[in-house]
């Protein structure tokens, strides 16, 4: 049956997710997922889901008492949220509405490889245009004429961040739209909200990270609503199904929840990048929750694959001659304990 597929199909790679291991006593600081449980009040949610006759009726097409919640939480208009089945599933309705065949897809490099991925599935071309020194944006883009942009910010594998105003000139000077993804805002001290008021941005986003819902699969857009409502003609009917919005939306109410689990990542993270750095490691000072350790005196592969070795799963990124490392998630205490001991006998 091969033989039926699209050519450009057979001929892409597909994305690579990171590992997940299905034994116990390994640590797992490969895939950003939150090292802590989330809000108690999405298990109440799911249940009074479970405990009720709803599962037999559709959801919500268009998660609507999702939309209201973050809407008066985010200080957005409800009419402005998309919701989908994780971000990765904005990411690809903006592709199917925005992109055609033979078209264009344009991200700064390195990136969320997925990106590319994207663009292969959708019969179009990738181009990444280098991040210059500091991991900065150009101030003249070179390619505004790019079916669709996107920008991860923070980025992956970097952590670091565009400004808003960098931002702002970007979206001035492209001729399509531009999506700012922010998988991992909640660990940053701004995110681009405000921007989604500018007729050709999308903002990006999802609990999977800072809400601690990776396995929930839920993410939302913001944009205008007229531009929402075109592209709910694109995503499935019920992409989002009735335990995740129920979910989704007392995570969101619980804000306490959030602050105080953002705390602890972030002082983690600060211990981590300090203590990476005395062991010799370059670490970009990081806005998400993770950090990109990078050596100049040695290969990081074999260290990874020791790490991997001795029951520690951390992410080898290798970006040709953009350069490779080490992004390493923010574990909880314990974890990033044994990380550091392990490393420590390897420098």
Known sequence: MTQFLRPNIRAMAGYVPGEQPRDDGIIKLNTNENPYPPSPRVAEAIERVLRSDRLRKYPEPVGTTFRQTAGRVLGVDPDAILVGNGSDDILT??????????GLIVSPTPSYLLYRTLAEIQGARFQGVPYLDGWKLPAKWPLAE???????????????????????????????????????????????????????????????????????????????PKLVRELAKVKDSYNCDMLSLAGA?????????????????????A???????????????????????????????????????????VRYMDYGEHGNGLRITVGADAEIDRLLEELRKMV
């Not at 910010?153 to 702002?168: H, I, K, Q, R, V």
């Not at 700012?180 to 989604?196: P, W």
């Not at 705390?263 to 983690?268: A, D, F, Q, R, S």
């Not at 211990?271 to 100049?296: C, D, I, M, Q, Y």
């Open 146 to 224: 790019a079916n669709l942009t996107l920008v991860a910010n923070p980025n992956s594998p970097s952590g670091t961040m565009a400004s808003l105003e960098e931002l702002e000139t970007l979206a001035g000077q492209l001729k399509g739209p531009l999506v700012v993804d922010e998988a991992y805002v909640d660990f940053a001290n701004q995110h681009a909200l405000s921007l989604a008021r500018l007729p050709n941005v999308v903002v990006s986003r999802t609990l999977s990270k800072s809400y601690g819902l990776a396995g929930l699969r839920f993410g939302f857009a913001v944009a205008s």
């Open 271 to 313: 211990r981590l990048g300090k203590s990476l750095e005395s062991l010799g490691f370059h670490v970009t000072p990081s806005h998400a929750n993770f950090v990109w350790a990078t050596r100049r005196d040695r290969a990081v592969k074999p260290m990874y694959e020791e790490l991997k070795s001795r029951n520690i799963l």
């Open 93 to 102: 309705i903006l592709t199917r509405a925005f992109v055609p065949e033979g």
């Open 249 to 269: 939306a007392a995570a969101l109410e619980d804000q306490e929840w959030l602050q105080a689990n953002r705390k602890k990542i972030l002082v983690t993270r």
